[in-house]
């Protein structure tokens, strides 16, 4: 026994080895014990496994472009229509934007900065993003191309 240990803490080995009493039965082998163990673990694993499998898919994609005069890299994306997705811009240069008027979204990041805008798109369709942050003599050809499968 632990010298240390509190009365909680009694209560709370009491209330183990209730349990190991439970799951393995006096007269036990070691070697039985250890396989009930991972026989147990195995369980556990194989319930939580979908559940973190759905948590994983409810996070929306994440699709980074990089803005620099006068490009964004990628310059084209493709997205699936009613997937959740969040779209960061980051800035390499001076400070840019990317506008989808027909969508309603914009993302305005600062110089050598990420921002983000988090949408889903609810059409299909191809989509021209246009720079929406006035940043030199290229500006006008900046865009992003956005294409919306279903
Ligand atoms: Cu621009």
Do not use: W
């Not at 250890?34 to 147990?40: P, T």
């Not at 990089?66 to 994306?77: D, G, L, M, Q, V």
């Not at 949408?119 to 290229?138: D, E, L, N, W, Y």
């Amino acid at each position: 026994m632990n010298l240390i240990s509190r009365p909680t803490d009694r209560g709370r080995q009491a209330r183990v080895i209730k349990i190991e009493r439970i799951l393995y039965p006096k007269g036990l082998s070691m070697e039985a014990k250890a396989a009930m163990k991972l026989i147990c673990t195995g369980i556990l694993f194989s319930t939580l496994l979908p559940v973190l499998t759905a948590i994983a898919q409810a996070a929306p994609r994440r699709i980074e472009v990089t803005a620099k005069r006068f490009e964004f890299s990628p310059s084209e994306i493709t997205l699936k229509r009613g997937e959740p997705v969040v779209l960061i811009i980051k800035s390499a240069d001076v400070p840019h934007g990317v506008r989808f008027r027909e969508l309603g979204v914009e993302v305005r990041t600062g110089r050598g900065e990420a921002s983000e805008a988090a949408f889903t798109p609810a059409k299909a369709g191809t989509f021209v993003g246009q720079c929406s942050v006035f940043c030199g003599a290229g500006h006008g050809k900046m865009k992003l191309i956005l294409h919306i499968v279903d």
